[in-house]
């Protein structure tokens, strides 16, 4: 698992992890009963749940993750110059993975220090 990303991709990664995993079970729970009939029943009620469950999930972060990106700030990448959304104070870019932030003091590099780097070289 790389958590190495941006927290919109983090979050919509979790969300395709949990469908997958849901459809996943209920698949698995479905072939549970052409298996082994009555018993399998019993696994199929259980996967469906289950995976009944973890679609619900996906969809909560889906949606949380779609409210959270129109809260987002847009701003140009300094490091790659695309453009890519961040949440909260600091969050990595979505294209170069370079940890960006807001906050003054938290930062180590400013933006026009990183232009007369590259420039520089
Ligand atoms: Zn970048």
Same mark, same amino acid.
């Given at each position: 698992m790389k958590f190495k990303t941006a927290k919109i991709? $983090?979050?919509?990664?979790?969300?395709?992890?949990? #469908?997958m995993l849901g459809m996943g079970l209920m698949v698995l729970g479905t072939a549970g009963i052409v298996f082994w009939g009555? #018993?399998?029943?019993?696994?199929?009620?259980? *996967? =469906?749940?289950?995976?009944?469950?973890?679609?619900?999930?996906?969809? $909560?972060?889906?949606?949380?993750? *779609?409210?959270?990106? #129109?809260? $987002?700030?847009?701003?140009?990448?300094?490091?790659? !110059?695309? =453009? #890519?959304?961040?949440? *909260?104070?600091?969050?990595?870019?979505?294209?170069? !993975?370079t940890i960006l932030t807001m906050d003054p003091a938290e930062a180590n590099i400013t933006a026009e220090q990183l232009k007369s780097q590259q420039l520089n070289q």
């Open positions: 991709n $983090a979050f919509r990664t979790w969300g395709l992890l949990l #469908t009555s #018993t399998g029943k019993v696994f199929a009620g259980i *996967g =469906l749940v289950i995976g009944l469950i973890s679609m619900m999930a996906s969809l $909560a972060i889906y949606f949380w993750a *779609g409210m959270l990106s #129109t809260s $987002a700030v847009q701003l140009e990448c300094p490091e790659c !110059h695309k =453009l #890519t959304k961040m949440l *909260g104070k600091t969050d990595r870019c979505m294209f170069c !993975h």
